[in-house]
């Protein structure tokens, strides 16, 4: 009977939860507001790109470079895959004012949060190895 009682509370809870999230697009902005902290990293990762492939060569050092400039690569690929796929899924009402979105999309957009929120630390991680292998 208790495990009944506090399945239903987090039921309600959830759902409450849910519910605002569609409603004031809070969830949204959350999603796009990771987007627009990492997307600038982009030019930084192209860089970073270079300075490693420069580095490159068949020594144990030169593959920890070309680790490090594959590592960023997955990551810039990971994120333009993102975006690809989050464009596909709303609508710019969705995305830019907070439309209330449909129960499939929401459980969509919850999907898309923890894919934007593991992207953000595939991103820092990578930028971070490439700057402390190059010693910046």
């Not at 690809?84 to 929401?106: V, W």
Request: glycine letters at 6%; charged letters at 30%; proline letters at 1%.
């Amino acid at each position: 009977m208790k495990k009944t009682i506090i399945l239903m509370v987090l039921s309600f809870a959830a759902f409450a939860i849910s519910c605002n999230s569609k409603t004031d697009g809070t969830q949204m902005k959350t999603v796009m507001a990771v987007h627009d902290e990492v997307m600038p990293e982009m030019g930084k990762m192209g860089k970073l790109v270079g300075e490693l492939s420069s580095k490159e060569d068949s020594t144990a050092v030169g593959l920890k470079y070309k680790e490090a400039r594959m590592d960023l690569q997955e990551a810039h690929k990971s994120m333009m895959t993102w975006m690809q796929n989050f464009g596909t899924r709303f609508t710019s009402d969705e995305i830019l004012n907070g439309a209330e979105l449909s129960d499939e999309k929401q459980v969509w957009l919850n999907e898309e949060q923890v894919k934007i929120e593991d992207l953000r630390e595939q991103i820092n991680g990578s930028i971070k190895t490439a700057e402390e292998l190059l010693k910046k």
